[in-house]
């Protein structure tokens, strides 16, 4: 079966500070790995996806197969980035579904 | 930039009652999708669509459930006797070939 796990359902860090959203999954087979963000009042949309390598207003996430983990990161937490992260699992070479972790509310204090 | 369009954003009803939650998705999409998120809880996969067809559903995409493409730009996901557990909100999301999903604003169901 495919699992996300979202340990924290609610982060709170300092302006400035790194931040690091936990994300782990359980799947058989390879997955593709997504971060979706939710800032308030506005759709889901997305942050990163794994295989794109890319960073995206300073976060960046590294799949862990070892670990099975793809844990977002952001050295300096600005105020804009508050708002609700959920991290996906989408099985390779199947269907298009994604599955969600619970999501972590994230917010920066000034 | 084009997006995900959903109506109504609220939607009242009764249980027992059926309900039609429409949804345009971004217009060379060929995959579409509907989830809910119960309040409170995960965001939940119900079904993709694609080719006419339905591609996959999950567990609770059950007999009460089902979903159209009515004409060249509308994806409906109908509720034939709505029950007060549909109470949740339900998202419509599009893909191409690039896989990234866009999703919608939501329609936020309510039965009573």
Same mark, same amino acid.
């Given at each position: ?110 | ?21 429409? %949804? ?67 998202? %419509? ?20």
């Amino acid at each position: 079966a495919q699992r996300v796990t979202q340990p924290e359902k609610l982060l709170s860090v300092f302006k400035g500070a790194p931040v690091e959203l936990k994300c782990n999954y359980s799947y058989s087979g390879s997955p593709e790995l997504f971060w979706y963000v939710q800032y308030s009042r506005q759709r889901l949309q997305l942050l990163l996806r794994h295989i794109s390598r890319e960073s995206i207003k300073g976060f960046t996430a590294d799949l862990n197969k070892g670990e099975t983990s793809f844990h977002l990161k952001k050295p300096f937490a600005q105020e804009e980035d508050s708002a609700m992260y959920y991290c996906a699992l989408k099985p390779l070479l199947r269907a298009q579904k994604l599955v969600f972790g619970q999501g972590t509310r994230l917010t920066i204090n000034p | 930039e084009p997006e995900v369009t959903q109506t109504p954003s609220h939607q009242v009803t009764q249980m027992g009652q059926e309900v039609i939650l429409r %949804c345009v998705p971004i217009s060379n999409h060929l995959y579409f999708y509907w989830y809910r998120q119960i309040l409170g809880q995960k965001v939940e996969f119900l079904v993709s669509f694609y080719n006419n067809e339905i591609s996959e559903k999950s567990e609770i995409f059950d007999d009460q459930f089902s979903v159209e493409r009515p004409d060249g730009s509308n994806f409906t996901l109908k509720i034939r006797s709505t029950k007060l557990e549909d109470s949740a909100m339900y998202f %419509c999301a599009s893909s191409g070939q690039g896989n990234e999903q866009y999703f919608g604003p939501g329609t936020r169901l309510t039965v009573t």
